[in-house]
């Protein structure tokens, strides 16, 4: 048996789930006319990427009673840094063993993982621009392993595919962000947004109550409909909920984070992270998060503060345009200013739309306001 095949067996007795290998030649993506990577500059002599997967299927779990607004986190997230180090101490220490260097890629390098899993044989691209492999759908983690061992290298041409005439994730991305198969626009991706990329103000409802990723174009794909949801990995994961609350998630520090998140959230800017909160309290609309949303008005971080006034605008009500307008008065910053002004303008549309609906133009806004304060939420 080749040390290949011997790499390929010992790592999924091993609980690896998915496991290639391709060359370590630079090479190029979409006829770039450049090469997009070289893992020379990270190993030298290196000749051949271990590309490995594992499965995180599973079933987002929703909290029984829930008695406060609660965000949505990626389905999976408490199994990924866990997993991600042991497939790797899987690989690095078999190499090792026999005499080979072997690196991780590590996030932010120049190695694009989807084709490369491709060229080893994984998977296949989807129209979504994922990789999907038999058996485990699109739900599948990648990353890389480069290593001077003389591997048996696939080659296969990455731009494959077998999804045929269907288009279901091109029609339910709630942005149009897949503009045509295999074409995704980062500017319009949910998942790039809450990455930490700005949201365009008319499209932020469509995030919804998300914290990180989207899924949406997984959710819907045929190929991901009937797989069985993880249930055990061969080592310990996090215990972690995928719902987080977030009025204490907006508030809180680093040290709080660590008890709530998974350590894989926690590697995001924890600005991104309030902002993404303020987001999801605002489509939410619970009046309850005004006062917390209030609080963070006067927070260091701009994007979290211009997030906070959009939010407190969608929600509205007599406190949320006292605080915005207040806000207005001391903010600094120039382009939290223009959110904060259309916060307040969103907010007296909200008072004068329910007051139509309720047909009694004459109400008051005191009366609204107590309506507010018993649960009822304000209309967009």
């Keep these: 048996m080749s040390l290949t095949a011997e790499l390929k067996e010992y790592a999924v007795k091993q609980g690896v789930d998915l496991i290639g290998v391709t060359s370590a030649k630079a090479f190029e993506v979409d006829g770039m006319g450049k090469p997009l990577m070289d893992p020379r500059a990270y190993l030298e002599n290196a000749k051949s990427i271990v590309v490995f997967g594992y499965y995180f299927g599973d079933q987002l779990t929703e909290p029984s009673r829930p008695d406060a607004p609660r965000g949505r986190l990626s389905p999976g997230l408490e199994a990924f840094s866990a997993m991600d180090e042991y497939c790797y101490q899987v690989i690095k220490e078999y190499l090792n063993e026999r005499g080979y260097n072997a690196v991780k890629r590590e996030r932010g390098q120049n190695i694009p993982l989807k084709p490369l899993a491709v060229k080893a044989g994984i998977g296949v691209y989807g129209k979504n621009s994922l990789v999907h492999a038999d058996g485990f759908g699109f739900w599948i983690y990648l990353e890389g392993v480069i290593t001077d061992a003389p591997l048996e ?69 045929p190929k991901n409909q009937r797989l069985i949801p993880r249930r055990h990995y061969p080592v310990e994961i996090e215990e972690k909920s995928d719902s987080p609350e977030l009025i204490p998630l907006l508030l809180g520090d680093e040290n709080y984070y660590k008890t709530v998140l998974p350590n894989h959230v926690l590697e995001m800017d924890i600005s991104t992270l309030r902002r993404n909160v303020a987001l999801a309290l605002g489509n939410i609309r619970d009046p309850m998060a005004v006062p917390a949303l209030v609080q963070v008005l006067s927070y260091s971080e701009p994007k979290v503060r211009s997030y906070a006034a959009w939010a407190l605008g969608r929600i509205g009500g007599r406190k949320a345009r006292e605080a915005l307008a207040r806000s ?53």
């Design 153 to 221: 290298a696939e080659d296969r041409p990455y731009k494959l595919s077998d999804c045929g005439d269907c288009i279901a994730c091109i029609e339910a991305c709630p942005t149009n962000a897949i503009k045509e198969p295999y074409k995704v626009m980062p500017s319009l991706c949910i998942a790039e947004w809450l990455d930490g990329a700005p949201i365009p103000r008319e499209l932020r409802k469509k995030v919804g109550k998300r914290l990180t990723g989207c899924e949406i174009c997984q959710e819907v794909c």
């Design 328 to 380: 207005l008065n001391s903010e600094v910053d120039l382009e939290v200013q223009k959110e904060i002004k259309v916060a307040l303008q969103l907010a007296r549309g909200n008072v004068e739309s329910q007051v139509l609906k309720r047909g009694s133009p004459g109400r008051s806004e005191g009366f609204l306001s107590r309506e507010n304060s018993k649960g009822l939420k304000s209309d967009p």
